[in-house]
């Protein structure tokens, strides 16, 4: 923060699709890492949460609609702790295949609210810097 007020980096759609095509196949993100390396870039304290959920979810869907033409490979990009993101076209079912498909395991943890994560994830974060 500087003189005692925080400074925020605005994106736009854009820039969350063209970090997430560049994530490679077998490697993840976070939408936190994603946030974090646009701060940084632009000087700033953070970027915006919601903003950024809704930009993520939104290339997904876009790359979804052109499947086979220009697809972003949205399901390698995983919420906070490697959580898979039920927002995902077809739901965490759709994103456990694929990330399965690329050698991923994927495991469930809760007894009533179940979610499901990439077991290790960490191992597999693709630096973006």
Do not use: C
């Not at 699709?17 to 940084?40: Q, S, W």
């Not at 039920?86 to 991923?104: C, T």
């Amino acid at each position: 923060m500087r003189g005692g007020y925080a400074r925020i980096h605005l994106l736009v759609r854009g820039d969350y699709d063209a970090v997430m095509k560049r994530i490679p196949r077998g490697r993840l993100t976070t939408v936190g890492d994603i946030r974090e390396y646009f701060a940084k870039r632009a000087g700033a304290d953070f970027t915006e949460p919601i903003t950024a959920g809704i930009f993520v979810s939104i290339a997904a869907w876009a790359s979804e609609q052109r499947r086979g033409i220009d697809e972003t490979p949205y399901w390698r990009t995983l919420k906070a702790g490697g959580e898979l993101n039920a927002k995902y076209p077809g739901g965490i079912e759709a994103q456990k295949e694929k990330l399965e498909a690329e050698g991923h395991a994927v495991v469930a943890r809760g007894r009533t609210n179940i979610r499901y994560y990439v077991k290790d994830y960490e191992k597999a974060l693709f630096a973006l810097d």
